[in-house]
C-alpha cells in the first residue's frame, strides 16, 4: 500500500462526487510479520492509520457538503498503547502489538476530528466489529472463526445509518453498544501528538 494510491483514490472519489454522506474506513493490515509498506513505515500503522486518516481529511470537503454526514473508522477491541519512542516498534516488534496500537491511533483520531467537526454536521464514531469474524484476514492466520462477517457488516451499516445515532460523536462503540476504549484515547496531547505525526508522515502538513 502507497500513500499516493490512497490520494489517487481521493481524486478519483472528488472527480465523481461532490458530496458524500457517509464515509466508512475499513481497510486493514493484521498481525502478519511483514514489517514495513512501501514508504518504509511500519505496515500495520501505516495502512490502519495513516490511510484512513490521509483519505479522510482529502474528502472532508465532499462530506461537509453533504452534512448531516457520517464517517465510520473500523477499529478494534485488540488496542495497545502507543510508545511515542518507538513508534515504529523499531526497537521490539511484535505483529500484534503493532495492529493494536494502530487500532487504538484510529480510536484517537476518530475522537479528535470529531471534536474539529462539531460545528460542521458531521459525526465521526469508531467501533470493533466483532472478534475473530470469518474473514479472509482471520482465516489466513489459522484462527477459527467465532463469527459471521455479516455482523460486524452490520455494525457497521447501524454506525452510519442509525437514528438513533444522530448527532452522536466522538464515541467508540462494541458492536453495536456505545463501550470505553484505551484511556490513552481520552488523553488530549496524546491525540493531537499521534494527528501531527500523521499530518507529517502523510504530507498533510
Not at 478519483?12 to 518504509?40: P, T
Not at 489466513?140 to 460486524?152: L, V, Y
Not at 484515547?185 to 504530507?203: C, F, M, P, S, V
Amino acid at each position: 500500500m502507497l500513500l499516493s494510491q490512497v490520494r489517487q483514490l481521493a481524486k478519483n472519489v472528488k472527480e465523481k462526487y461532490d458530496s458524500i454522506d457517509v464515509l466508512i474506513n475499513n481497510a486493514g493490515a493484521g498481525m502478519s510479520d511483514e514489517r514495513y509498506s512501501k514508504e518504509g513505515y511500519e505496515l500495520r500503522f501505516a495502512v490502519n492509520y495513516l490511510a484512513p486518516f490521509l483519505l479522510t481529511n482529502l474528502l472532508l470537503p465532499e462530506i461537509k457538503n453533504a452534512s448531516p454526514s457520517r464517517i465510520v473508522n473500523v477499529s478494534s477491541a485488540g488496542q495497545h498503547k502507543i510508545d511515542f519512542d518507538d513508534l515504529m516498534l523499531e526497537n521490539n516488534f511484535d505483529g500484534t502489538r503493532a495492529y493494536r496500537q494502530s487500532k487504538l491511533a484510529l480510536i484517537m483520531f476518530t475522537i479528535e476530528l470529531a471534536d474539529k467537526l462539531r460545528n460542521d454536521n458531521v459525526t465521526v464514531n469508531s467501533l470493533h466489529p466483532g472478534t475473530y469474524l470469518d474473514t479472509k484476514m482471520v482465516r489466513n492466520h489459522g484462527i477459527k472463526p467465532w463469527g459471521d462477517a455479516q455482523t460486524g457488516a452490520d455494525a457497521e451499516v447501524y454506525l452510519a445509518t442509525s437514528r438513533e445515532l444522530e448527532g452522536v460523536t466522538g464515541k467508540y462503540f462494541d458492536v453495536k453498544n456505545e463501550s470505553t476504549a484505551n484511556k490513552q484515547a481520552y488523553d488530549k496531547q496524546a491525540r493531537k501528538r499521534i494527528w501531527n505525526i500523521a499530518e507529517e508522515l502523510t504530507g498533510l502538513k
